[in-house]
């Protein structure tokens, strides 16, 4: 009963630590952009995308690159977690499913490793649907990107929906699904120690949001890149100003 214990203790503790960083990121996000590094990534994507589609016949190939590179990296991720869901469903259906590892320090039950397995396996497969909706969006900003703008009449009805405004929002959509799809995958790690006991597990969670808050605050002042009219361009993203990701 105690080493149970630890797991309805030490397990519920590092949900509740990677739940509420994040809830607490995502205000920092909407609230003061310019000091998140997701923020600011946002807000520069935002600017290429304007400086691309200023001059589409000189900077067209170098948009269809970039957005080929992006796609590549939510390929690979896809594939990995695919893989790894494949093996996991392979372990939960053979004999070593209901097996419990010998230096585990915790609950050891059959249904306590079917459990571990099947959140494991849930974090694979939200990574892998993220990734797949990241490719989605890049693969449509590739075409929008590329769009004349200044070739298309006034008085068309395209004229009016496809800005530059909206392509930005469609590249920073697709950064979103891959910056989620990214701590989907990560947050497969600290469950996979849980296999071994709730102890690794919730040291686990401490390490990553150490890593995850030096990845996603800025600790430099002012803008990166010496882009100091970027709020001249957006003024509704500036500091206490709401920004879409």
Known sequence: MDEQMLDFTLVPAG?????????????????????????????????????????????????????RNNIMAPSVLASACIMLCSAMAVLMSGKYGDRAVGIVFGDKTPLSISIKCFAILVCFLTSFFMNVQSIRYFSLASILINVPLKKIPPHHHAHNHLTVEYVGSIVNTGCCFWSLAQRAFYFSFPLFLWIFGPIPMFFSCIFLLLMLYLVDFSFQSGWPLGLSGLDEIHPAAGDGGPLTV
């Open 15 to 67: 949900l509740l630590l990677m739940l509420g960083y994040h809830i607490w990121l995502l205000f920092r996000i909407l609230k003061h952009p310019n000091k998140t590094v997701i923020g600011l990534n946002s807000l520069c994507r935002r600017y290429w995308v304007r400086a691309m589609m200023e001059d589409v016949s000189k900077n067209g190939v170098l948009s269809v690159q970039t957005m």
